[in-house]
């Protein structure tokens, strides 16, 4: 399912030697003065803001790892360290399981999708010709909200119309304000800039779930893991410090 190359390999071999220069190599019988956190690339915003919780949770220093997909699983199977991972992608979320590398989850935010514009757009108007639009990747949590959020009737001629395709909704945005695109599906948080037309699309499907996975190669107690997720549940970083006690 997530075949790996070489290149990709190496840079995980990388990544995995300077997390260890870090601080985060697994030693017998310690209790971890630093937290590692994964996260997929697309999940990197919402990763920020549960690094502050777990910090304020915590009390410990917490290391972010944006990294792909697969270099998260290779990396995982190959260095066994790591504490959480950040994920909007139910596929890895699965795969993760499958290979016993999580335990425990906790969904931190759901999101939704928007048609966000600079003038005033109805959905029909994105099946137009001509129409330059900016969507998610197909198969892919954004792309895949998108197709569930559109009626049928809409789905070839915005599929015909979509010119770039990301799973990041920040760069679909910098694209729609440098006048490249006249419009973009994206997830509703963070909010669309001011200025923007935005319409929240809330048809069943056109939503994807943030969450936290509790890795089982982590050196916390498992008591104090359990509890670390439950205080990053739609939790403010300065409440977290009493919900994790």
């Known amino acids: 399912f997530y075949r790996t190359t070489a290149t990709q390999f190496l840079s995980s071999v990388l990544a995995a030697s300077c997390m260890a220069a870090a601080g985060c190599r697994p030693k017998a019988h310690s209790e971890p003065t630093k937290l590692l956190v994964y996260c997929s690339q697309p999940a990197k915003p919402y990763a920020k803001e549960t690094v502050e919780t777990l910090a304020a949770a915590s009390g410990l220093e917490v290391i972010l790892a944006p990294v792909s997909e697969k270099d998260m699983l290779v990396a995982l199977d190959g260095t066994h360290a790591g504490d959480f991972a950040v994920v909007l992608s139910k596929d890895l979320q699965a795969e993760l399981a ?5 335990t425990g989850t906790t969904v931190l ?8 514009s600079r003038e005033p757009l109805t959905l029909a108007d994105l099946a137009r010709e001509g129409m330059r639009l900016g969507s998610g990747k197909p198969q892919e949590p954004l792309g895949g909200a998108v197709a569930a959020a559109l009626p049928e009737e809409l789905l070839q001629g915005v599929d ?3 010119v770039h395709r990301s799973e990041r ?10 006048g490249a695109l006249d419009a973009v599906f994206v997830w509703n948080h963070p909010s669309p800039p001011a200025g923007l037309q935005t319409q929240e699309l809330q048809n069943a499907g056109a939503h994807c779930d943030v969450t936290l996975v509790g890795l089982g190669c982590s050196r916390l107690k498992p008591s104090v893991r359990q509890r670390l997720l439950t205080a990053c ?12 006690k």
């Open 160 to 162: 015909a119309n979509t």
């Open 98 to 102: 499958k290979r016993r590398l999580s």
């Open 233 to 244: 549940t739609g939790v403010s970083p300065a409440a977290a410090v009493g919900a994790a």
């Open 109 to 116: 935010r759901q999101l939704t999708v928007c048609m966000v």
């Open 169 to 178: 909704s920040d760069e679909l945005l910098r694209m729609l304000k440098l």
